[in-house]
């Protein structure tokens, strides 16, 4: 087999992503850059979830704690010290990466419903300190001086140039998910769901594994945060924090498809875009919460592998393709 | 010092009541190994049934509170039948999901119709002065039925045939099956029983605090620090659970800033739960 042909399945993720950027380039209207904007974080934040969610079975109901601390981190390098933003990016995912080892260290050994019910409580917790702690402004938040935006060359340009920052990095994350699926890393993590204690005997050094799974599905929503509050201009815990964003990660990785690198992709395009749409029409804007969480059960009482996982199931032919 | 005193029995008097709610959510978890996340759904809606009875209808809220601890027990029993009976073999991820997505679903409902604005029950039972500590009635009959409601869960629990089948099931599923308890029923009725100990602890809350729609979300997050604090699946664990939080609650306003309270209770959930994952008493008895 040539070697191009093992790698058929990065083939659709990257056209998806590549096609919203030539899409979004091609209109040039800002309305929908904007729009476009939210479903590539939607699928990088739901692709990163992933990792720990999908591959390795561990549900973290905290994951959006990575994208505030990140965000915060970053922000505050960026208003206090006048970092630019390429560092402060660094430093936000890197503070998301360090607090995703520590978590992880501490409460990866526990499983099932305790590690779920630990990081609602880290989420809780994160969100209190957060809004008491002064240097990063309590619960008032930090705001950026909008001069700030001038070495980008004015405000507008900056918010054009997230954009395809923004692309560059859910490009990254999406390889970054493709590439620990096709590793031997990868198969370790499949192996600890599937059953923890059958992958130790079998060589898998499960503590570690998870560990890097964690800080891997971390890095990227912490780079994410400081864009994003770059681009927002100022922060506030409540925006950091909305624990009702880590529920709709898992969502839109369930949706699409748990453990496949397309399926989170497809789920957070999807569950955006009908997000918009519930919101603008008459009927469901009030109960859009209750639609998404009807649409949440159905999936789990009746298509639990999600939209990528019942395709493969049901049609193996395409399995090199639907990665 | 007297002061101090006073604010300890507040405190105490609220931690009976959350302790019912994280009975409710104890209980299910010892019967099923369910962890229900649509607990704050089950709250703030008897707050609301609560407060449509006693300002609508004129009910007395206490009434008002038993005739939704019922409805609770039947929507509890509902609930069980159509999000929870598919999937109660499979993984743990599908049963959170599966409670999450009613409280998601409820949600929605209920904000569409109340909106999120705070309401508030004006009822009142006085006070109560004993020496130099002045408590509201509301929170005194609140903490009198929290001890009322936990007795007759264990007259339930340890003296009638259901629930000797509830404790049976939660021992080992398969062994009650095969001496004929009807394990689908008991299951049912094990979720019904946890989602009325919710409406009885929020209907009771509802008497003394302002709510609205989202604050069963907090009372929740209680119930999960209560629970691990005594030992998931443990009942009396989580009243003694829920006065350790009282007192918490109670004592720390003291001393600092109010909004400094959770950053202790969830920060002192991640401990109990990286150290002691059975809780303070140890889990299932």
Not at chain 1, 302 to 316: C, H, N, Q, S
Not at chain 2, 88 to 94: D, T
Not at chain 2, 136 to 151: E, F, H, K, P, W
Request: charged fraction near 10%; hydrophobic fraction near 55%.
């Amino acid at each position: 087999m040539k070697n191009w042909q093992k790698h058929l399945g990065l083939l659709i993720p990257l056209l998806v992503i590549v096609g919203i950027v030539v899409g979004v380039r091609l209109t040039d209207k800002p309305a929908t850059r904007e729009m476009f904007f939210t479903v590539l974080k939607a699928i990088a934040l739901a692709s990163s979830l992933n990792i720990i969610l999908g591959y390795t079975g561990y549900v973290s109901f905290a994951h959006i704690v990575f994208f505030g601390i990140g965000g915060y981190v970053g922000f505050y390098f960026m208003s206090v010290h006048g970092w630019s933003l390429w560092l402060a990016m660094l430093m936000g995912g890197l503070a998301a990466g360090v607090l995703a080892f520590l978590l992880g260290r501490a409460i990866l050994h526990l499983r099932g419903a305790y590690f779920a019910l630990a990081t609602i409580g880290v989420n809780a917790a994160v969100q209190a300190f957060i809004t008491n702690f002064k240097p990063f402004g309590g619960p008032i938040g930090m705001t950026l001086n909008f001069k700030i935006y001038q070495q980008y060359g004015g405000a507008a340009q900056a918010l054009e140039m997230s954009f395809y920052v923004l692309a560059a990095l859910t490009l990254g994350v999406v390889v970054l998910s493709y590439a620990i699926r096709m590793s031997k890393f990868g198969l370790g993590l499949l192996a600890i769901r599937e059953d923890e204690d059958a992958a130790e005997v079998m060589g898998v050094i499960a503590p570690n594994a998870k560990t890097w799974a964690y800080v891997f599905s971390a890095i990227f929503p912490g780079i994410i945060g400081t864009l994003f509050f770059f681009k927002n201009g100022n922060i506030e815990p409540h925006d950091a924090f909305p624990l009702a964003s880590s529920i709709e990660m898992i969502v839109m990785v369930m949706l699409g498809g748990q453990g496949t690198v397309l399926g989170p992709i497809l789920g957070a395009t999807v569950y955006q875009r009908m997000r918009g749409s519930l919101l603008t029409s008459t009927i469901f804007k009030n109960i859009q919460l209750s639609v998404a969480g009807a649409l949440l059960l159905l999936i789990v009482l009746f298509v639990p592998a999600g939209a990528i996982g019942w395709l493969r199931y049901r049609f193996p032919v395409l399995r090199r393709v639907l990665q | 010092m007297e002061s101090l005193l006073a604010f300890l029995v507040d405190g105490l008097l609220l931690g009976f009541v959350y302790g019912v709610a994280a009975m409710g959510m104890t209980l299910i978890w010892g019967v099923m190994n369910v962890i229900n996340l649509s607990h704050n759904v089950l709250i703030a809606f008897s707050m609301f049934g609560v407060y449509l009875l006693f300002n609508n209808m004129g009910v007395n809220p206490y009434l008002a509170i038993i005739l939704i601890a019922v409805m609770g027990l039947l929507l509890g029993i509902v609930i069980y039948v159509i999000a929870l009976h598919r999937v109660i073999e499979a993984p743990q991820l599908s049963t959170l999901l599966a409670t999450f997505s009613v409280s998601m679903i409820m949600t929605g409902i209920g904000t569409a119709t109340w909106s999120t604005s705070p309401h508030n029950i004006e009822f009142s039972l006085g006070s109560l002065s004993l020496g130099a500590i002045t408590l509201q009635g509301t929170r005194v009959v609140a903490a009198l039925a929290a001890i009322a409601t936990t007795a007759a869960l264990y007259l339930f629990l340890y003296r009638t045939r259901p629930g000797r089948y509830v404790r049976a099931v939660a021992n080992n599923r398969a062994a009650a099956e095969m001496v004929g308890v009807p394990s689908n029923q008991i299951l049912a009725l094990s979720f019904g029983l946890g989602a009325m100990l919710a409406a009885i602890s929020g209907g009771l809350i509802a008497t003394f605090f302002p709510f609205n729609v989202l604050s069963g979300m907090n009372y929740q997050l209680k119930s999960f620090v209560i629970g691990v604090l005594g030992g998931l699946g443990n009942p009396i664990g989580a009243l003694v659970g829920g006065l350790i939080l009282g007192t918490i609650e109670g004592l720390i306003p003291r001393f600092m800033e109010t909004s400094w309270v959770p950053v202790f209770e969830f920060g002192l959930f991640v401990v109990i739960i990286i150290f002691r994952p059975s809780g303070l008493f140890g889990a299932k008895q």
